[in-house]
């Protein structure tokens, strides 16, 4: 479609779709799209990616390629030029050393360095080794050349299930132990692909990295509460809860707070951007938040365990009652935008919270906590 050759696989509404989805998640202005949209296209901006494995399931690279519409994986293939990445390219051996070796020699200072898995540290980071090197040496060569690193998931954001104790190989994540470069955290498990593609097309819109949180994730991604924007916020502010997997209150939909739902402490767009083309994500199908993007909550607090609920947020479509907040986060119109973007863009309008009869239903629990 674009003159240049590139996105093949993808048509111009699909592709036009994709960038007025990112500048919303991004919160630009309607007018930015096309400077999006000419950054995404211009073949000299693709900036050189290497993509080192670790401790990790591969997951993260499994929901960037599962993602089918519109062609998502395709079009981040299209838009950075993937030097290594050791699941997809077909070299092996050698050859797939020589290219990661040429890479980072070619485009020293200039390329994007992503990780996936956590590094184990523990005597000497025997525990992960690819072609005879550690992941600890690997990541230090390979982070010295690295313009900016992102770290994929929440393994290499923060060591993930790995560095659970009692983390017998010393994970931890890239942050532990680079400290002399720009680190982009996108966690999750697995991170929502659209983060990652809206991080790389700031990158090579602005030239520069997106606004980050204390715990480096891109502010436009992770600065809301995921309980802020959930379909079943009304139920949570009714008081109707599911109180087992399979009693009446689950299956009418109701909040999962009481299963151990971590949303209410959980900052991430999942509710919002959503996964797998289909316009799901846990919640929506019935299962608590765990907390993936938190490394506080995620595997250190038991899947059924409540959260404390220390500050408390309206959902996004109440008016907001402290004025004085204002302009701390995207406003209720960008929360739309977004919304409608990303439900545009994934094939589906963003779901909303079901209406309910008045009065108490059998089955509905009317604590708000315990
Ligand atoms: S507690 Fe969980 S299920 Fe309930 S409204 Fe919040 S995010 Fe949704």
Known sequence: MAKDGLFPDINRRDFMKTCVTVSAML?????????????????????????????????????????????????????????YHETLMAGSGHQAEQALHDSMLANKGKYILVVEGAIPTKDNGIYCKVSGKTAMDSLQK?????????????????????????????????????????????????????????????FVTFKKLPELDQLGRPKFAYGRKIHEHCERRAHFDAGRFAKAYGDEGHSQGYCLYKLGCKGPATYANCSVVRFNDANVWPVSVGHPCIGCTEPELLFKTA????????????????????????????????????????????????????????????????????
Request: aromatic residues 4%; charged residues 20%; contains cysteine.
């Open 27 to 83: 919160g630009l202005p309607f007018g930015m799209v096309s400077k999006v949209a000419a950054s995404a296209r211009a073949s000299d901006s693709r900036p050189a990616v290497i993509w080192l494995h670790f401790q990790e399931c591969t997951g993260c690279s499994e929901s960037l390629l599962r993602s089918t519409h519109p062609t998502l994986s395709n079009l981040i293939l299209d838009m950075i030029s993937l030097d």
């Open 142 to 202: 390979a982070a010295e050349g690295a313009l900016a690193i992102i770290a994929m998931g929440t393994c290499a954001s923060y060591g993930g299930i790995q560095s659970v104790g009692p983390n017998p190989t010393g994970a931890v994540g890239v942050r532990d132990l680079v400290k002399d470069k720009p680190i982009i955290n996108i966690p999750g498990c697995p991170p929502n692909p659209y983060n990652f593609l809206s991080t790389v097309l700031y």
């Open 303 to 370: 899947i059924a365990d409540k959260v404390q609920i220390h500050e408390p947020t309206p959902f996004d479509s109440y008016a907001p009652v402290d004025l004085k907040d204002k302009g701390k986060g995207p406003d209720p119109l960008t929360t739309g935008v977004i919304g409608l973007a990303a439900g545009a863009a994934v094939g589906a309008g963003v779901m909303m919270a079901r209406k309910l009869p008045d009065g108490p239903e059998k089955g509905a629990d009317h604590d708000k906590t315990e």
